[in-house]
């Protein structure tokens, strides 16, 4: 079945640094979600990216829309400790399909 | 606060209780679903309904039986589960659209933790 794939796996970084990840697909989506889980929490939306190219930002968070469709990617400027928490990328071709969810890539801020 | 409401947070139960989970939205959503989050493992759709219409079943065993009484309520009824069961279990709801071509964007619960000793 569809895969997507999210890399990297996971990241500690210094607060105050930015943060880039990203999602890729071997097929062509036409909407990107981005998700963060806080640990025993349910996912929370972030980003909802509807358009090839689109740049969509929410306060210190940016995601793209790959032009291929076939990618998206998220950056986090700035971090701080409460980014901490599990990524999620998903994605769909239509309203009618299923909603295919990443594996997730884990982010640790070290203060 | 997400307007998607799971209860209980968390539940411990033996092979041969049986239980059930409970969720609720706020939102005027018309779909609703069941995922199973595992420890390293994506996301799990489990059960979707659409308009209270289960549309999709996603090769779940049958210990596992959803309920869908009205568009804001969903729930996941257990029986005889197995230890490999134990999971979070999460709920989400989205307005579906016919006519925009957006996804159902889903908005999830918090899960309930579910241990099957």
């Known amino acids: 079945g569809q895969q997507l794939n999210q890399s990297p796996q996971s990241m500690f970084i210094q607060e105050g640094e930015d943060v880039s990840m990203n999602c890729t697909s071997s097929?062509?989506?036409?909407?990107w979600l981005w998700y963060k889980q806080d640990p025993g929490e349910g996912p929370v939306l972030l980003i909802a990216l509807y358009k090839a190219g689109e740049l969509t930002s929410n306060g210190r968070l940016t995601a793209q829309f790959g032009i291929t469709r076939k990618d998206s990617f998220l950056n986090i400027s700035a971090s701080i400790p409460s980014d901490v928490g599990i990524y999620f990328c998903?994605?769909?071709?239509?309203?009618?399909?299923?909603?295919?969810f990443g594996p997730g890539t884990s982010l640790s801020v070290i203060p | 606060e997400t307007g998607v409401t799971q209860t209980p947070r968390h539940l411990v139960m033996g092979m041969t209780n049986k239980k059930s989970l409970k969720c609720e939205q706020h939102l005027g959503h018309n779909a609703m679903y069941w995922y199973k989050q595992s420890a390293k493992k994506p996301l799990e759709l489990m059960f979707v309904?659409?308009?209270?219409?289960?549309?999709e079943n996603n090769s779940v065993p049958s210990r596992f039986s959803p309920e869908c009484p009205n568009s804001s309520h969903l729930f996941l009824h257990l029986h005889t589960l197995q230890p490999e069961d134990s999971a979070l279990y999460l709920c989400?709801?989205?307005?579906?659209?016919?006519?925009?071509?957006?996804?159902?964007?889903?908005?999830f619960g918090p899960g309930t933790r579910l241990t099957v000793l």
């Open positions: 097929s062509i989506f036409n909407t």
């Open positions: 989400a709801s989205s307005q579906a659209s016919r006519t925009s071509g957006r996804t159902d964007t889903q908005y």
């Open positions: 998903a994605g769909s071709k239509t309203s009618y399909d299923k909603v295919i």
């Open positions: 309904y659409n308009f209270k219409e289960q549309t």
